[in-house]
């Protein structure tokens, strides 16, 4: 199993990225998928989670309405789409299958004029 995040970098607030995850060694439609991120100082947090079962997805309050949580199950990849960035919003965003503990390196996130 391996978790490949990319497509992070630098934006202007308001701006918007696309996160991509690849993912390797298994089907991922057949797995709820996640993102999370972690700024300095603090805890990891759950940012968005798509589900196996009808693709159903959720959101941290701090995200809904402008992050979308999507699958391309023909190329096996997760995406995040952030639009409406924030200064807040800068972490490191990582790409997790958590059945099994799985996670990706990482991709940093910064939102910054």
């Known amino acids: 199993v391996q978790l490949v995040e990319s497509g992070g970098g630098l934006v202007q607030p308001g701006g918007s990225l696309r996160l991509s995850c690849a993912a390797s060694g298994f089907t991922a439609r057949d797995y709820a998928m996640s993102w999370f991120r972690q700024a300095p100082g603090k805890e990891r947090e759950l940012v968005a989670r798509i589900n196996s079962i009808a693709f159903s997805t959720s959101y941290a309050d701090s995200v809904k309405g402008r992050f979308t949580i999507s699958r391309d199950n023909a190329k096996n990849m997760v995406y995040l789409q952030m639009n409406s960035l924030r200064p807040e919003d800068t972490a490191v965003y990582y790409c997790?299958?958590?059945?099994?503990?799985?996670w990706g390196q990482g991709t940093q996130v910064t939102v910054s004029s």
């Open positions: 997790s299958r958590q059945t099994g503990n799985y």
